[in-house]
């Protein structure tokens, strides 16, 4: 049974609208905004994106009313190449970006971790975060900056207590173990994540309008995974738990498709560019349940983003989802489709729908090995991917064993090839 502790919800998952609101939901929400406009500025921001439920036009006007990636502003030209590929443009070099980017590989990120008390603190701080963004840029020629922030960042500010054990990684309460799932109401997220919005802001201030800023959140499914078993690892007791008790999970997902697209329209109304979905178990799941936990709520998550008003483009990472991932190309929304080192170019560029941007995939530990295979793997990825628009990037994130000066090396491939 799914239950929560700031008010009773209705929920009928994925069907139009996620949620029907009963009449103290409305009294709530105005609660919030009380306590909203008392506070900072980005805040205000945070709510204005809130109160433009369901008044935006549908997504087919989503493309057309984003700005080009090569426009004028401020006298001049500013060329965003990602952007141009995410617009629909082949690109050559591919721009380049590195999933955490921002990580501990930077003897620099590792000074700057140890002035917070916890990991979490650390991406509710926005100085630090501001930082932790700015450092890779420094050292390399990269073409975007990424958010420093956490995909648990959600169910935390949805009430469950996250935490983060050293050298093991994050640890919930499991919802396994519990019979009746408590959880906040998911408009309440907002107003608990202002720190990060704020860093948001100060990021876009402070980085050359050339180089994009991604948002991001982590998918459904993956949030879910971490809430109902507690930990990472091996997936099989959420499995089990989405078979026994599906509607719990189900009303569960629905939650965090209202949470997360809440969040990510903060992010874009702050000065986000463009927004990536981090959906990074979607491996060993049936097609049955693929569908129903995958596909059914990022469909419902870009719906509800696109009504909140958020028209950044939006890159799916399905990471594991084998042969399904033309599924989730074509059946999602997604602008844009992250391919992981397991999944051929060529598979991935024959299963989305022609002219999708893509995105990968080099293996993160060929990056950690450097030498003439690796930089010979990067020149691969480059051609494995034309014609089609694309943008360079790992299959999965960057390891902390990876000596700095092979990113640098990386990049000099890439634009060499």
Same mark, same amino acid.
């Given at each position: =049974?799914?239950? /929560?502790? @700031?008010?009773?919800?209705?929920?009928?998952?994925?069907?139009?609208?996620?949620?029907?609101?009963? $009449?103290?939901?409305?009294?709530?929400?105005?609660?919030?905004?009380?306590?909203?406009?008392?506070?900072?500025?980005?805040? !205000?921001?945070?709510?204005?994106?809130?109160?433009? &439920?369901?008044?935006?036009?549908?997504?087919?006007?989503?493309?057309?009313?984003?700005?080009?990636?090569?426009?004028?502003?401020?006298?001049?030209?500013?060329?965003? @190449?990602?952007?141009?590929?995410?617009?629909?443009?082949?690109?050559?070099?591919?721009?380049?970006?590195? =999933?955490?980017?921002?990580?501990?590989?930077?003897?620099? /990120?590792?000074?700057?971790?140890?002035? @917070?008390?916890?990991?979490?603190?650390?991406? /509710? !701080?926005?100085?630090?975060?501001?930082?932790?963004?700015?450092?890779?840029?420094?050292?390399?020629?990269?073409?975007?900056?990424?958010?420093?922030?956490?995909?648990?960042? %959600?169910?935390?500010?949805?009430?469950?207590?996250?935490?983060?054990?050293?050298?093991?990684?994050?640890?919930?309460?499991?919802? !396994?173990?519990?019979e009746i799932w408590r959880l906040g109401a998911p408009e309440d997220v907002a107003a608990h994540l202002a720190p990060v919005y704020e860093t948001v802001? +100060?990021?876009?201030?402070?980085? $050359? +309008?050339?180089?994009?800023?991604?948002?991001?959140?982590?998918? $459904?499914?993956?949030?879910?995974? /971490?809430?109902?078993?507690?930990?990472?690892?091996?997936?099989? #007791?959420?499995?089990?738990?989405?078979?026994?008790? $599906?509607?719990? *999970?189900?009303?569960?997902?629905?939650?965090? *498709?209202?949470?997360?697209? #809440?969040?990510?329209?903060?992010?874009?109304?702050?000065?986000?560019?463009? &927004?990536?979905?981090?959906? !990074?178990?979607?491996?060993? &799941?049936?097609?049955?349940?693929?569908?129903?936990?995958?596909?059914?709520?990022?469909?419902?998550? =870009?719906? +509800?983003?696109?009504?909140?008003?958020?028209?950044?483009?939006? %890159?799916?990472?399905?990471?594991?989802?084998?042969?399904?991932?033309?599924?989730?190309?074509?059946?999602?929304?997604?602008?844009?489709?992250?391919?992981?080192?397991?999944?051929?170019?060529?598979?991935?560029?024959?299963?989305?729908?022609?002219? =999708?941007?893509?995105?990968?995939?080099?293996?993160?530990?060929?990056?950690?090995?450097?030498? #003439?295979?690796?930089?010979?793997?990067?020149?691969?990825?480059?051609?494995?991917?034309?014609?089609?628009?694309?943008?360079?990037?790992?299959?999965?994130? %960057?390891?902390?064993?990876?000596?700095?000066?092979?990113?640098?090396?990386?990049?000099?491939? %890439?634009?060499?090839?």
């Open positions: =049974m799914l239950a /929560y502790s @700031a008010q009773e919800l209705i929920l009928e998952p994925f069907a139009g609208l996620v949620f029907a609101m009963t $009449p103290g939901q409305s009294t709530q929400l105005s609660g919030v905004q009380q306590r909203l406009e008392a506070r900072a500025p980005v805040e !205000s921001l945070v709510l204005s994106v809130a109160q433009r &439920l369901d008044r935006k036009s549908d997504a087919a006007k989503v493309a057309e009313a984003r700005p080009p990636g090569n426009r004028e502003e401020g006298g001049g030209m500013i060329d965003q @190449a990602m952007i141009r590929v995410l617009d629909g443009e082949r690109v050559d070099p591919p721009p380049v970006w590195i =999933m955490r980017q921002a990580g501990r590989y930077l003897p620099e /990120y590792r000074e700057l971790r140890a002035r @917070a008390k916890n990991f979490l603190t650390f991406c /509710y !701080s926005p100085a630090l975060a501001c930082e932790a963004v700015l450092q890779p840029l420094r050292r390399f020629d990269l073409d975007a900056a990424i958010l420093f922030s956490d995909i648990l960042v %959600i169910p935390d500010a949805l009430g469950r207590k996250v935490r983060f054990v050293e050298g093991e990684g994050p640890r919930l309460d499991p919802l !396994s173990k519990e802001e +100060r990021l876009r201030a402070a980085l $050359p +309008r050339q180089t994009p800023l991604i948002g991001f959140a982590g998918g $459904p499914w993956t949030v879910a995974t /971490y809430m109902i078993q507690g930990e990472g690892g091996e997936k099989d #007791r959420s499995r089990e738990v989405a078979y026994r008790r $599906p509607g719990d *999970v189900d009303s569960l997902l629905a939650v965090l *498709v209202e949470a997360t697209a #809440r969040h990510l329209a903060a992010q874009a109304a702050a000065g986000a560019d463009c &927004l990536q979905i981090f959906e !990074s178990w979607s491996e060993g &799941l049936s097609e049955t349940l693929f569908e129903r936990l995958i596909i059914a709520p990022t469909r419902a998550l =870009m719906t +509800r983003l696109r009504a909140l008003g958020a028209i950044a483009p939006v %890159i799916g990472f399905p990471r594991g989802a084998g042969a399904l991932i033309g599924r989730y190309a074509r059946e999602t929304g997604v602008t844009a489709l992250g391919v992981d080192t397991q999944t051929p170019a060529s598979f991935a560029r024959a299963e989305a729908p022609q002219g =999708m941007p893509l995105q990968g995939n080099l293996d993160p530990q060929l990056l950690v090995c450097g030498g #003439r295979s690796f930089e010979a793997g990067a020149r691969r990825v480059v051609e494995a991917f034309r014609p089609a628009p694309h943008i360079f990037n790992l299959g999965h994130g %960057i390891t902390p064993q990876t000596p700095p000066e092979h990113v640098t090396a990386l990049l000099k491939a %890439i634009r060499r090839a």
